[in-house]
């Protein structure tokens, strides 16, 4: 069970990471779009809701049934923030995450726009 709750940690890892990231891969695949957009907005409805990620409380249901403490500060809190002596549940901590999530996917999906757009026809490459 142990191993299985780890495999999930790591999953949970590579959402994180793909939905920080996603937009920017879509620069050398757009096909990743097809799904980044749909983890992405997951992701958010997750958080806007503010509700527990499923795939927190499988790890810590899959910790439990194996004997592990559980941790309490969630997944970024436990693996990213905590080990950095960052309270997760600070509004500055939270600001931040949220900055560099939205600042990523900005950038991304902006940069894909202007890709798009240029394609098109609709901005000349001097203005770029």
């Known amino acids: 069970m142990l191993l299985l709750a780890d495999a999930v940690a790591v999953l949970h890892a590579a959402a994180v990471l793909f939905m920080l990231t996603g937009a920017l891969l879509a620069l050398r695949c757009p096909r ?9 907005l997951a992701i958010l409805a997750v958080n806007l809701a503010g ?12 910790r439990k049934r194996a004997g592990a403490d559980p941790f309490q500060s969630g997944f970024l809190g436990h693996y990213v923030f905590d080990p950095l002596g ?4 600070a509004t500055g901590t939270r600001l931040g995450v949220y900055t560099v999530a939205f600042g990523l996917n900005a950038l991304g ?12 026809g609709r901005i000349p490459a001097a203005m770029s």
């Open 86 to 89: 960052l309270d997760v549940a």
């Open 32 to 40: 990743v779009l097809w799904l980044h957009v749909p983890v992405g």
């Open 109 to 120: 999906y902006g940069l894909l726009t202007v890709r798009h757009r240029r394609r098109r």
């Open 51 to 62: 509700a527990d990620c499923p795939l927190t409380e499988l790890e810590l249901w899959l």
